[in-house]
């Protein structure tokens, strides 16, 4: 591995764990946010029908929000054409679950910092992720800056 990409790594872990985003961080995290989804009146059912196996969903969650925070393997999957599947999810209930991630953030809080760092990454990866289903399932392209789709 080149020297720059493991320094990278290493100030990415090192950033983190300035924050206090460790594992147990990771872990109240997921359990509280997926408690809440589980109960949400909007994404309840979305996630109920989708989701069977709880205990191995959240251990991917929290894999995958390791390797985003912290950083290093841990995590495998494509999630992008699992939400691309799920029929007339958009901005209402992207909305929802941002908001509900910040406030879980809120109420765990232990640095700001770390509740900075995390929500900002949420909200990139929720962008991405609406950005890739209206390309991909709703056929819509993106507006380029400075001129048209076309």
Do not use: C
Not at 32 to 52: K, N, Q, S, V
Not at 73 to 79: A, L
Not at 116 to 126: D, F, G, K, M, Y
Request: charged share 25%.
């Amino acid at each position: 591995m080149h020297p720059h990409t493991n320094a990278a790594r290493q100030a990415k872990l090192d950033r983190a764990d300035a924050l206090g985003i460790d594992k147990q961080f990771i872990s109240t995290l997921v359990e509280t946010f997926y408690a809440r989804i589980r109960d949400d009146a909007m994404l309840g059912p979305i996630f109920a029908e989708r989701i069977t196996d709880w205990p191995s969903h959240l251990a991917r969650m929290k894999a995958f929000w390791s390797a985003v925070l912290r950083g290093g393997g841990g995590y495998t999957g494509t999630p992008m054409p699992k939400h691309i599947a799920i029929p007339n999810i958009g901005d209402a209930e992207f909305s929802r679950w941002l908001a509900l991630f910040d406030q879980t953030l809120r109420d765990i809080e232990q640095d700001p910092g770390a509740t900075a760092l995390t929500s900002r990454q949420a909200h990139v990866i929720a962008e991405s992720l609406l950005t890739g289903i209206r390309i991909h399932r709703d056929g819509v392209l993106p507006v380029q800056r400075g001129g048209s789709a076309e």
